[in-house]
């Protein structure tokens, strides 16, 4: 288990268990346990406002309890949000946006460093060259 | 706190950096404070996480309260000039009529601006992009614009040797120039402000404005926990609609100006994508050469940008998850996009949240809806006529431009900031940023944030002189 100084051993587990429902991997992807992209997550829950980190934080720590098929119920209805009263839809939209928001950016940040790189396998090759290097 | 300043400037973005160097070539000595970091082309954050935590308050984004739109809103020495694209137009008779409807200024013409422009646009140098270095992007845009019948145009941006012949990609520059090409504050006029003597203290968030007879204090946190404190003859806020509002409320001046932190206004916009058989590497090169020019889209609300963004962008914006999710992200560089950019015209508010942070208020009316479904059914259309096999629309909307919460105007009623620059009542707090703007223009603000900001620094040398 990887050390995070903002999140408990079950809080990671609920990460890595919503991070596998959002990318599960495939023949050329890792998924998103297997990326190691998770090591990284204190670079960004570092920055966040207090209030959000704490209730994602709370939010992990309940998908660390939770089977993945109840987590992919979850993360579904969260999807689905349009039409949804708006108190009730303003918290799918907040969980939506918070959870993929965490997971998405580990991963498509290519940072992980274990297996195939993200961004050769998706083909995303921007860079700036520069003269003095 | 031994220092007095002549002038106190809080937010070293577009607006304070515009304000340090003049006042600072005006012979008054300048304190910039910043409660982002001081990066240069050799320590901008490198991957998008890290861009996203560390240049942006919020750890990348924050949202409004319904969670429907996310606001991008920098924290970093140079402000939006770090992170955007640079696109710099002037505001139109459309956009001044109706801030000069709203406010009563009467400078708000584009005759009255055009010095203040000219001495703006002089501080950078403005480029538009050959065709020739065009990417398959922007040809899609320029294609289904021509096949439609609508109007486009070339982007006027702030730039300076980008070298894409050496395979330059703007896309990176997001998160900083890291060849200094872009026009950001910190390597024009901010750079010059410190070359003339300004002071910059970045990693210090100002807490608190106190006003007395003989000037201004202001009390801050600095990175490591401690508090600073400096005092000065005079306030500048240009810290942003949220910065300058959040600041304002917290130190109580909402109290006796009620309109602190109302009419506030987003440009909300809405990326769609779509995938084409053949590669369209919409990364690659300049990521906006293009812009819609079409009369119509002006009088629907709404304009088209010519724009992409990097993989945990794209990621964020395709709904659905797991394998066809994926399935969406493998074709990255097969995928073209463009953005519907809406005129808003319901005014949201900013308030202080218990904890510190901002509670957003901000919906898009009826108004507002259909000015996004008009832009969406253009965007399908030039699609749809250049061969896409698949349309992607994201339903989260992006804001970057956020305007509003200190609205300048002539009745102290229902406005915040006087014609003056001055905070109504106050004869030491001054703004001249986007969060004087009265309504939302529906044009990159950028270039009439300088353009404001010069005034206005002629203004506070008029009024020290008195």
Known sequence: MMASAQLTARQVRGLRKAGDVLIPGDSELPSFSGSGCVAHVDGMLDYMHGGDRDGLKAL???FGLLPKVLIRGIIALTEHHHGVPTALGSVLRMINTGVKGVVMTLYYSDVGGQGQSIYQVIKYDAKVVRRDQ | MSTLYDAIIVGAGTSGSFVAHQLTQGGMKCLVLE???FFTRDTYPRTELAA???LYWGGGVELNRDADIGFLRPKVVGGGSIVNQALMDRFDDVALDAWRAESGVSFFTPAALDPWYQKAEAELSLQTIPVRYHNRNAHIFCEGFDRNGYVW???RRAQRDCRYEDGNDCIVCLAGCPI??????????????????AEVVSDCEIQEVAESNGGVRVRGVQRDGSTAEYQGGRLILASGAIGNSMLLLRSGFGATRPRVGQGFYSHPQYMHLAAYDEPVNAHKGPLQSVKSADAQFRRSGFKLENVYAPPVGIAMLIPGFGRSHARHMKQIAHLACIEVAVRDTNPGRIRAGNKGQPIIEK???AEDGARRDRGFAAVRNIFLSTGAREIISGNIAISLHLMGGCNM???????VVSPEFRLHGSRHIYAADSSVFPNAPGINPALTIMALSTKASEQILADART
């Open chain 1, 60 to 62: 992990l720590g309940v």
């Open chain 2, 180 to 197: 200094d090409s872009k026009q950001s504050m910190p390597v024009t006029v901010l750079r010059r402000a410190i070359e003339g003597g």
């Open chain 2, 153 to 155: 145009a070339p982007l």
């Open chain 2, 35 to 37: 409660a982002g970091h």
């Open chain 2, 409 to 415: 105007g002539t009745d102290p009623a229902r406005s």
């Open chain 2, 52 to 54: 996203n935590a560390q």
């Open chain 2, 363 to 365: 919906r898009l009316n």
